[in-house]
């Protein structure tokens, strides 16, 4: 199972930049896959997580109806569109899959990707 994430980059306080977690070697219709981000000096935080099964979606308050996370079944990859990005928002965002246990919980987490780097400027 391979995960790579794509589509960090400067941008500026309330863009619009959408990631992009490409999954390969994995059978999504029974798990979940969630971002995570870690900004330097600070632990990694779950961002937002998608539930195979019934599309359910889980987000962190400090996102919530800014970050919509979603799959795109064609390139069977998991996508973060993040709206109105605020400087807090700057770290590194990493794409997981559940192995089991709790979805806030970064151990419960699996296939980590190489994670993408987001700077947003004031």
């Known amino acids: 199972v391979q995960l790579q994430a794509s589509g960090g980059g400067l941008v500026q306080a309330g863009g619009s930049p959408r990631l992009s977690c490409a999954v390969s070697?994995?059978?999504?219709?029974?798990?979940?896959i969630a971002w995570f981000r870690q900004a330097p000096g600070r632990e990694r935080e779950g961002v937002a997580c998608i539930v195979s099964d019934n599309d359910d979606t889980v987000y962190s308050d400090s996102v919530k109806g800014r970050f919509t996370i979603s799959r795109d079944g064609a390139k069977v990859a998991i996508v973060l569109q993040m709206n109105n990005l605020k400087p807090e928002d700057t770290a590194v965002y990493y794409c997981?899959?559940?192995?089991?246990?709790?979805?806030?919980?970064?151990?419960?987490?699996?296939?980590w990707g190489q994670g993408t780097q987001v700077t947003v400027s004031s």
């Open positions: 997981a899959t559940l192995r089991g246990g709790s979805k806030n919980d970064s151990g419960s987490y699996d296939n």
């Open positions: 070697g994995l059978t999504f219709g029974n798990s979940a």
